[in-house]
């Protein structure tokens, strides 16, 4: 077994530490990898934090992890060594299945998280704040050789988990969607959505942001502590989607939508809020929640950003840096995404 270096939350209430572990032994279907950058998502924060209450310590966070193929087993014909190449939120699937949906396996039980799970062996899964992963050929993305692999490891989970309700809900021309929460994923939709060809507004707390928001690609940008916001653009959207990590007022947001508009929940505040019968039923509205998305979406969400030339805004950080950078985090002071150098771990 080969040995891993990397940082680990021991507790809910400790800070991210170094941590040595050993990654489970290559099978012939498997790619070995080495991690050269990895995202901070805030469900890394929820849940080092046992925000979710399903933490078992100790857990080396990082799902968005981008990488160079080290070594493949004799099975694997999609990657060789060299490649550039991603892991998500999940790293197997459909364990008991006889047949792998390819279209919604990450809805189904037994969906192996890429931390935080039990792997194949029976091992704890440990993520991507560390020097190097083992993974079923099935679960590794390839990353389009255009895009730089730092600003690249954001869109293996922040990308995805706009790109998938964005299409589902069919953003496009003609098509007014707002995006709740300017952080790591909301500027992701807005750049992915605006590609898209639908017309983005952002709802911000304020408006320190909105001269990036325009720039990335938002034709409106208003801030959600003005109460005016909401007289004025009630009933403007078709789509909006909530990418906001604390307990906010869905019903006033509920009150943006069209006829027949949906609300799309992504954020996993920790708390439950409630929802008024009468914020959805005048006007046939939705409230749907979306997760990440399927490998086969990964990859047509990875080829799409390759085609656009899209990738995260990033702050590169030592990990050194990495209890700082949740502080930061969780005061929305991120633009946008904070990505860990892994080579950092030899300092
Ligand atoms: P983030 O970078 O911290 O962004 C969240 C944004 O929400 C902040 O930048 C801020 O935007 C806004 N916000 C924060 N606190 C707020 C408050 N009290 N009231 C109103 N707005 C507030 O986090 P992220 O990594 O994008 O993740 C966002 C959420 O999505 C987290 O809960 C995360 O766990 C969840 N998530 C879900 C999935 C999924 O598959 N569904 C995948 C990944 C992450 P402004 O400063 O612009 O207001
Ligand atoms: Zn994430």
Request: hydrophobic fraction near 40%; aromatic fraction near 8%; charged fraction near 20%.
């Amino acid at each position: 077994m080969a040995i891993a270096r990397g940082y680990a939350a021991t507790d809910a209430s400790k800070p991210l530490t170094p941590f040595t572990f050993e990654r489970r032994e290559p099978n012939d279907d498997d790619v070995v990898i080495d991690i050269k950058f990895a995202g901070i998502c805030h469900s890394d924060i929820h849940t080092v934090r046992n925000e979710w209450k399903n933490a078992v310590y100790p857990i080396v966070p990082g799902h968005e992890i981008a990488g160079v193929v080290k070594a493949v087993g004799s099975k694997v014909t999609k990657f060789k060594v060299g490649d550039h190449v991603g892991v998500g939120c999940f790293v197997d699937s459909c364990v008991g299945c006889a047949s792998r949906d390819l279209d919604n396996e990450h809805y189904m039980p037994g969906l192996v998280q890429t931390y935080n799970s039990v792997d194949v062996d029976g091992t704890a899964t440990q993520g991507g704040y560390s020097d190097s992963i083992v993974v079923k050929e099935g679960y590794v993305l390839a990353i389009p050789g255009n895009l730089p692999l730092d600003a690249s490891a954001p869109l293996l989970c922040a990308g995805i988990t706009l790109y998938s309700p964005l299409k589902h809900w069919n953003a496009g021309p003609g098509k007014k969607v707002a995006i709740v929460g300017m952080g790591g994923l909301g500027h992701m939709g807005v750049k992915i959505g605006a590609a898209m060809g639908a017309d983005i507004t952002v709802l911000s707390q304020t408006l320190s942001k909105k001269e990036d928001g325009l720039k990335l690609g938002a034709k409106d940008y208003y801030a959600t502590s003005d109460a005016s916001t909401f007289e004025k653009l009630a009933g403007t959207f078709d789509l909006i989607i909530c990418t906001v990590s604390a307990e906010i007022d869905w019903n006033a947001y509920l009150g943006l939508l069209k006829v027949n508009g949906s609300m799309v929940v992504v954020g996993a505040p920790e708390n439950a809020i409630p929802v008024h019968a009468f914020a959805l039923i005048p006007g046939r509205k939705s409230l749907s929640g979306s997760m990440i998305g399927s490998i086969k979406e990964t990859q047509e969400m990875l080829d799409f950003c390759g085609k656009h030339d899209i990738v995260s805004e990033i702050e590169t950080i030592n990990i050194q840096d990495v209890n700082e950078a949740y502080e930061r985090v969780l005061k929305s002071d991120v633009r946008y995404r904070f990505v860990i150098d892994i080579a950092s771990l030899a300092a």
